[in-house]
């Protein structure tokens, strides 16, 4: 294994996503000379008319969704499991996602608008953390009491969603639904950006703002308020923030796994468990890999790649490795 | 640090009172040992002393100011809690831990900056454990993840910590080096309040012991004239005897 240093510089967290970003603006099906791609973003002269259209109205909203979509998913993902003292946890947990996908595919069964099926989203995203905080309410607020309620919260949208699909045209719809929820950026237009950009960037600001005291959630309940913080209020903000966050992902990209999982045990395994750098780092990374998975995902094949395959095929592999790179710590493997 | 407390009464739940009239004074450079059976409510003191807890009745006062008008974040620069030792999740390393404490120092989105840094220096030293600074926190034995608890309450700037069974599982020399750097503490005028099952630690290294015995504090003085075989039987319903050595020093152990 290549021994990285814990303190990524600050430029490498800045040009990672940056190159991710000018590759992808570059990359695909239809090609694009790497010079053009260029001159495009900087307004210079020569390259067609057609080449402009497609980088700024085709690519460039597509990648800035990606970029936004990975670091929502992996920030929130890395806080989860820090809130929840829980390595396992991904920003899933509160059953957040399976009500969006509901909103969604609820919205899908009567009009493919997109500004809909994001109102969907949004709102049944809202209903599910609006149900497991009265269950958190009603049963005292614990961190366990909410990861129960996400659980059974989720098993009730999911069902609900299984219903849709059941109900809806097999002709029509449900292919719709169906293609919808394997997740992907395909289709993202600038009318769609100014609503994610706006969460994602308040959102994220948050988490970097919050990202020291995030150590202190780490600890007990009673340690935390021993030390002076108001667990109750701090919890559900950042409950409340990531939920958001989730919500405008998945409204646009479906739903995405592992990024959430995987993303922050990478940055975890680079640079420690304090989440002054972890949330950035975190950030940055999936950035990153969002806007690369997606690139692969319109390229490689004639036909787009959804990217929830492609996050899967990818996450499961990179998971099993860190656990094997974990249990090889513990003295467990060899 | 003078911590009084006064007829303090909580309920878990309102049909059973699980500390009923407890009243406990203790003053600057003092260590205080609550004895008690299993379940006769020490975590729960500790937990109202601290200011977890709001009481049921009666009231606890720090150098005079009643701990319930306190805010969070000063109530936490006045006093700290050591609680039971447990297994921690994420590999934060010693250094880590114990900035943690500097938490009530901070505003919500503050991080930590240089001089709270040196404080973190200063209270990791003060506990004798620099050379773990880098290691990871849950890497290192159960009497050091110790120290470094008693250094993150002194980072915390707390005039008094209090410690929730500092030294169950840990063998004799660890007990040992955790009692003595809190002993050594007092001369900063600290003080400390130890929940024990070992009334021979009270003996050794309390200034004044108290036996919690149904819901409020029935014995309390110094641990030489309250440990008696008397007062161990009434808490702990078994009999003791007391032995002494040549040179006045005692022990106690359970009569056969």
Known sequence: ?334 | MRIECRDLAYAYTPAQEILQSVSLTWGTGQIVFILGSNGSGKTTLLECLSGLRPPLRGHVALDGHDLSDLPPRTRAQMIGLVPQLHEPIFEFTVEQAVLMGRAPHLGLFERPGSNDRAAVREAIAAVGIHHLRHRPYTQISGGERQLALIARGLAQGAGCLLMDEPVAHLDPHHQHDVMASVRALTERGLSFAVTSHLPNHALLYADWTAFLIEGSVQIQGPPRSTITEASLQATYRMAFEIIEGASGSRAILPRQ
């Open chain 1, 1 to 334: 294994m290549i021994a990285f240093s814990r303190k990524p510089p600050v430029w490498v967290l800045g040009l990672i996503p940056l190159a991710a970003f000018a590759i992808a603006l570059w990359v695909g099906r239809f090609g694009v000379h790497w010079g053009d791609t260029f001159r495009v973003l900087f307004g210079l002269e020569g390259p067609s008319d057609v080449f402009r259209a497609l980088i700024l109205r085709v690519r460039l909203p597509r990648v800035l969704a990606a970029a936004c979509v990975g670091a929502n998913l992996s920030v929130v993902g890395a806080s989860f499991q820090g809130l929840f003292r829980n390595p396992l946890v991904d920003s899933r947990i509160l059953g957040v996602s399976s009500g969006a996908a509901f909103g969604a595919a609820l919205a899908l069964s009567f009009t493919s608008h997109s500004l809909w099926v994001q109102a969907g989203a949004y709102t049944f995203a809202l209903a599910a953390i609006g149900l497991v905080m009265m269950i958190g309410m009603r049963f005292g607020s614990s961190a366990l009491v909410l990861v129960i309620g996400g659980i059974l919260i989720g098993a009730l949208f999911n069902s609900f969603l299984g219903l849709i699909k059941y109900v809806a045209d097999p002709l029509s719809t449900l292919p719709t639904i169906t293609y919808w929820l394997l997740g992907g950026l395909n289709g993202t237009q600038w009318s769609d950006l100014p609503l994610l950009l706006t969460v994602s960037g308040l959102g994220l600001n948050f988490f970097i703002l919050l990202r020291w005291r995030l150590n202190l959630l780490t600890m007990s309940d009673t340690e935390a308020q021993a030390l002076g913080v108001r667990i109750r209020g701090v919890r559900n903000a950042i409950v409340a923030v990531g939920t958001l966050m989730i919500a405008a992902s998945v409204a646009l990209a479906g739903t995405i796994g592992w990024v959430g999982l995987v993303i922050p045990h990478v940055a975890r395994a680079w640079v420690g468990p304090d989440h002054g750098r972890l949330i950035p780092v975190s950030a940055m990374l999936g950035a990153t890999t969002v806007i690369l998975l997606d690139a692969v995902a319109r390229t490689a094949l004639p036909s787009e790649i959804p990217l929830g395959i492609l996050t899967g095929l990818l996450g499961v592999p990179a998971f099993l490795v860190l656990f094997l790179r974990f249990l090889r710590a513990r003295g467990e493997a060899t």
